[in-house]
């Protein structure tokens, strides 16, 4: 998404990223997530969060991917062009990986997943559900990943589900349908199912 100097020092500076140095680098980002009525994919719905950057840029930085096919899992995405360069984290840009967890300060753990290029993928199978589901709802998270176990911190606020309609309509993304948590998954799985 192109950049955009709606208040956005204001707004980084007033909600202050607390905790924010116990992590390698902090991404704000909003708690809802939103589809764009301009995404007409025959066999899925992208589900996305933007992070707003102090230089005004707001990079899609998480994608819940929602297959219609029913045999195929629903996945999260960490795309990290814009967020780090990962060529110091991995030796290929095409590997199996392991994501570390810390959900809300209070839990902690592993999910396998899998790099391609700039983006990690994890998927939602009955083995990693939960877990899967705790990522996807969490206000705060850190993401370790890579043999020097770079991390990246995720402050979800609702504060800025606040002000991210004003950002949308400055950079002319066209209708964008909001979700929370929750309701992204049950959206999904009806969406899975026909409905």
């Not at 990223?17 to 992208?46: E, G, N």
Request: charge should be positive; include cysteine.
């Amino acid at each position: 998404m192109a950049r955009h100097r709606i208040p956005v020092l204001a707004l980084i500076a007033a909600l202050a990223l607390p905790s924010a140095a116990s992590a390698q680098q902090a991404m704000l980002t909003h708690s809802s997530w939103f589809v764009r009525a301009a995404d007409k994919f025959p066999d899925k719905r992208i589900y996305r969060r933007f992070a707003v950057k102090p230089d005004g840029d707001m990079p899609n930085v998480e994608l819940y991917n929602c297959p219609r096919d029913p045999d195929n899992f629903i996945h999260i995405s960490f795309e990290m062009r814009k967020v780090r360069d990962l060529k110091e984290d991995f030796p290929s840009t095409f590997q199996k990986i392991e994501g570390r967890f810390l959900v809300n300060e209070t839990s902690a753990f592993s999910l396998p997943g899998e790099l391609i290029k700039s983006e990690m993928f994890f998927d939602r199978t009955p083995a990693t559900a939960k877990d899967f589901d705790r990522v996807v709802a969490a206000s705060d998270l850190i993401l370790l990943f890579g043999s020097g176990n770079s991390a990246v911190k995720y402050l979800r606020t609702t504060d800025l589900d606040k002000a991210i309609p004003r950002f949308f309509e400055a950079a002319k993304v066209g209708p964008m349908k909001p979700f929370t948590s929750d309701e992204v998954l049950r959206d999904c799985l009806r969406y899975r199912s026909g409905r």
